[in-house]
């Protein structure tokens, strides 16, 4: 039974009538601030009879047992009732219509009629708009969860991409050293012979001196292409354009500066020039640079073929230069990774071969500063060709 706080003393003058009258009944409490609702049993043990009583101070239970169900700004905000076992209100004002999930019961223990405590928000609402703001509340959830993953995924990926660039840099050192270093040394050699006269005839200190300038002009492209890049990598412009240029001369130019490294490696350059070619915006030092480093990197990785074929033609609104070797060819899914900056093929960190890994990158910056790009055809075994094609009206 539950007593009310105003009534509260005029029930003690009851309380021991309930006692006696029935097994459960109705109890007060000596505060009368607030309400509480009171239950007890008869036991009888050895001959004598037992009462328990069972006390429930409802503002305890709708302050301290219910507030993780409801968020209220303030008390006022909160409606609760008792009802029986048969749904009618014994305590506090009739909800009228409440939308499930914003209803929370207890039952109480051992009572007559079964009470249960109802709490719910005063002020409900439209449940439709209620029922809408939940589901964006889910879906805003939802969304920042998926942000945060998004999140997390990406910062992986960049720590992992910033950790092999860093493996790639210190690569390209020991590369770069090493590529330095070789030419150093046999200028080095050839030169100390020469000034120690130790040669047995003029045309050996002639083929000595020939070193000396073959190796000379290997460091200084090695040199400038290291130069170049870093200034790429800064952002500073390097490229001198002409309009009207005649890309023919300037690739029969090219094919001459290689012939000698090309001899040297005991190679042979099959050059195929389409003549009366349209004349197109280029600058021709940045062009020259693209082209020897695909030479360059033929020579490199020829393999056994002795021979690289160089090609010049128009197709359709382009100019396309390709340059094939017959070397250990490049795998598929390299492709593109191929043209990164420090990146080289996995064929070839498998072979004795040092290279600095930037040429094929510096090829396809020049191709793009051209409006163009630089592409490859190649499958492992069957060699490899580059093609670098620049728009015939320079757009």
């Known amino acids: 039974q539950l007593v009310e706080p105003a009534l509260a003393a005029d029930r003690k003058a009851e309380r021991e ?3 006696e009258d029935d097994e459960h009944g ?3 409490h000596d505060r009368v601030d607030q309400p509480y609702l009171f239950s007890y049993m008869r036991r009888v043990s050895g001959g004598r009879t037992f009462y328990i009583v069972i006390e429930d101070d409802l503002f305890h239970l709708v302050g301290h047992l219910f507030p993780q169900f409801f968020i209220f700004s303030d008390s006022s905000k909160r409606l609760y009732q008792v009802v029986d076992d048969r749904g009618a209100v014994r305590y506090g004002a009739p909800f009228g ?3 499930d999930g914003l209803l929370v019961e207890r039952r109480f223990t051992e009572t007559w009629d079964g009470f249960v405590l109802r709490v719910a928000q005063k002020d409900l609402g439209d449940p439709s708009s209620l029922r ?3 589901m964006i509340n889910s879906i805003l959830i939802g969304a920042s969860v998926l942000v945060i993953l998004g999140g997390l995924l990406v910062l992986g990926f960049a720590i992992r991409r910033e950790r092999r660039l860093n493996e790639l840099k210190s690569e390209f050192i020991s590369n770069v050293s090493h590529e330095l270093k070789t030419p150093l040394s046999i200028i080095s050699m050839f030169g100390e012979m020469l ?4 040669t047995k005839s003029p045309e050996q200190a002639h083929e000595y001196a020939e070193i000396i300038w073959r190796e000379s002009v290997r460091l200084g492209r090695l040199i400038d292409n290291v130069l170049d890049f870093a200034k790429i990598e800064r952002g500073m412009g390097v490229y001198e354009f002409g309009d009207d240029m005649d890309i023919v001369e300037v690739v029969d130019r090219t094919i001459e500066l290689s012939q000698r490294r090309v001899q040297a490696a005991e190679m042979t350059l099959e050059a195929e020039v389409e ?3 349209p004349f197109v915006r280029l600058d021709a030092n940045a062009y020259t640079l693209a082209v020897l480093n695909l030479i360059d990197n033929a020579i490199k990785y020829a393999g056994d073929g002795k021979k690289i074929a ?8 382009r100019i396309v230069l390709s340059v094939r070797d017959w070397g250990p060819g490049i795998d598929p899914e390299e492709h593109e990774r191929i043209f990164e900056r420090f990146y080289r093929a996995k064929a ?3 072979k004795p071969i040092r290279g600095s890994g930037i040429g094929l990158a510096l090829v396809r910056h020049i191709a793009h500063a051209h409006h163009g790009d630089v592409e490859v055809t190649s499958n492992p075994g069957n060699g490899s060709t580059f093609s670098i094609w620049i728009p015939i009206d320079g757009k």
Not at 195 to 198: D, L, N, T, V
Not at 310 to 317: F, G, Q
């Open 17 to 19: 009538q309930a006692r």
């Open 26 to 28: 109705a109890a007060d």
């Open 97 to 99: 219509e409440i939308t």
């Open 132 to 134: 809408r703001k939940r």
């Open 195 to 198: 000034a120690e006269g130790r």
């Open 275 to 277: 003549p009366d070619l």
């Open 310 to 317: 160089l090609s010049l033609c128009k197709r359709d609104d």
């Open 348 to 350: 070839i960190r498998l």
